[in-house]
């Protein structure tokens, strides 16, 4: 079973960037497929970023498309997802989780995913 633990939330300001990780333990990342998924206070949570075990990603969430980046370092078992150009809209409690990877794509939903980290916040405020 993988462990996650996320870290590099905080306080920016509109057109700001932050970079989330997600760091992993238990197990190697190349057997699963990582997601980052958010939820705003009343909604919903929802997928913003998935990346395959095979290096193939996802991006669930046209609002982030050309301003987020996921990546990994298989070797420090850290999953990335770099935020740029944020907006007060990004502003939630960001979470990376995992599922086994198997022979198709993931769907960058979080019904898929049964191991989660514990979140953390990102507020987007000037």
């Known amino acids: 079973q993988l462990q996650l633990v996320e870290s590099g939330g905080g306080l920016a300001q509109p057109g700001g960037s932050l970079r989330l990780s997600c760091a992993a333990s238990?197990?190697?990342?190349?057997?699963?497929?990582i997601g980052w998924f958010r939820q705003s206070p009343g909604k919903e949570r929802e997928g913003v970023f998935c990346i395959a075990s095979s290096g193939v990603t996802i991006n669930r969430d046209d609002s982030v498309n050309a301003r987020f980046t996921i990546s990994k370092d298989v070797a420090k078992q850290v999953v990335y997802l770099q935020m740029n150009e944020l907006e007060p809209e990004d502003t939630a409690v960001y979470y990376c989780?995992?599922?086994?990877?198997?022979?198709?794509?993931?769907?960058?939903?979080?019904?898929?995913?049964?191991?989660w980290g514990q979140g953390t916040q990102v507020t987007v405020s000037s």
């Open positions: 238990g197990s190697s990342l190349d057997y699963y497929d």
């Open positions: 989780a995992a599922k086994r990877t198997t022979t198709e794509l993931p769907q960058c939903v979080p019904r898929f995913f049964g191991s």
